[in-house]
C-alpha cells in the first residue's frame, strides 16, 4: 500500500474499531459515538491524503520500486471476506444494540427488533461458515440446531441462544486445524490482553474522577473543568495533546472520558480527546518513528493534533 493508504489505515485502526463505537455510544451517548465515526473517518482520509501529498516524491520512487515485486497469490476473493467480515460486525453491532432515550422512531425500532436483525445474520453467517470458510456441515448443522432448541426452551431470553452459538461455535473452530482454530486462538489471545485492561481503566477512572452517579473522585472537578472544561481553542488543544502523548489501553478511553466528562469536561474536548487518544501515544510514536522515519511521524503526529483540535472546536460549538 502506497503512504496515504497505510496512515489512513494507521490511525483509522484503534480510532474507529467497532468495539469502541460500541462503546462510546453506550455509555457517552448516540451523539458522540456518531461524532467520533465521522470525525475519525474523515481524519484517516484527510490525514493519509495529506500525507500522501507532503511525501508525495518519496512515495513516487517507492512505488516504482514495488513494480518489480510480484503480488502474492490470492487465496479467498475480496468479496468473500468482506462478506464475513461485515456480517460479524452487523452481528457485533445489533446484539449490543442499546435501548434509546425515546420509545419511538427508527433507533428504538430498531433496538425493539435488535434479536430478530442479529438473527438474520446469524442466518447469513452460517451461510458463510458453509461456504466461504467450508466448515464441517454436520458440526454446522448439529450447532445451529442446538441454537434453535435454545431458543425454543427460552423464547423469552434471547442471550441464551445467543450464548449456545458463541459455544458451538468456539467448539467447531477448535475442532477445525488450520485458519478456524488460528482465528479461535487469536481472539482468546485478544480476550486476555484485552478485557483486564478495561477493567483496570474502569477501576482507575472511577477511583480517579467518580462517575456520574457517585460524584467526583480524589481529582476536584474544578480542575478538569478548569483545564478543558468548556469548548476553548486550548481546552481542546490541551485534550488533543493530552490524548496524543498518554497510552489509552483499547476501550480503556471510554471510562475515563465518562470520569472527565462528569467532572466538568467540556464535549468538545471530549470529542478531541477521543480522536487523538487512541490512535496516538508514546509508546505507538516511538513505533512509527522506528518504521517511517522521524520527519513523517512528526507529520503525523502535528496532523492528528490539529485535526483533534479542529473537530473539538466544531463539535463543541454545534
Known sequence: AG???????????????????ILTARILGFELGLARIIGAVVFAIVIGLLMAFIFRKEEKERAEEAMNFPSPPET???????????????????????????????????????????????????????????????????????????????????????????IGLSIITVATPGEPREWLWSTWGFTKQIVPLLFAGVLVAG??????????????????A???????????????VFGAFMYFATLTEVPIIQGLLASGMGKGPALALLLAGPALSLPN?????????????????????????????IYGAI
Open 3 to 21: 503512504l496515504g493508504p497505510a496512515i489512513a489505515f494507521l490511525y483509522s485502526g484503534p480510532a474507529i474499531n467497532i468495539l469502541a463505537i
Open 76 to 166: 479467498r476473493p475480496m468479496w468473500q471476506t468482506s462478506f464475513h467480515f461485515f456480517v460479524l460486525v452487523f452481528i457485533l453491532i445489533f446484539a449490543n444494540w442499546g435501548r434509546p432515550d425515546v420509545d419511538e422512531g427508527v433507533w428504538f425500532w430498531l433496538w425493539s427488533n435488535k434479536w430478530t436483525i442479529t438473527a438474520i445474520f446469524g442466518v447469513l453467517f452460517i451461510a458463510s461458515l458453509l461456504f466461504i470458510l467450508k466448515l464441517n456441515r454436520w458440526y454446522v448443522t448439529l450447532a445451529t440446531a442446538a441454537v434453535i432448541v435454545a431458543w425454543l426452551l427460552v423464547p423469552g431470553n434471547p442471550l441464551v441462544p445467543f450464548v449456545v452459538a458463541f
Open 207 to 224: 477511583f480517579l474522577l467518580g462517575s456520574p452517579e457517585s460524584g467526583e473522585g480524589i481529582i476536584p472537578n474544578e480542575w478538569v
Open 285 to 313: 510514536m516511538l513505533v512509527i518513528h522506528s518504521v517511517i522515519g522521524t520527519k513523517k511521524t512528526v507529520v503525523f503526529i502535528t496532523l492528528v493534533v490539529i485535526m483533534a483540535t479542529i473537530s473539538g472546536l
Open 226 to 240: 478548569t483545564l478543558v472544561g468548556g469548548n476553548s481553542v486550548f481546552a481542546n488543544l490541551f485534550a488533543s
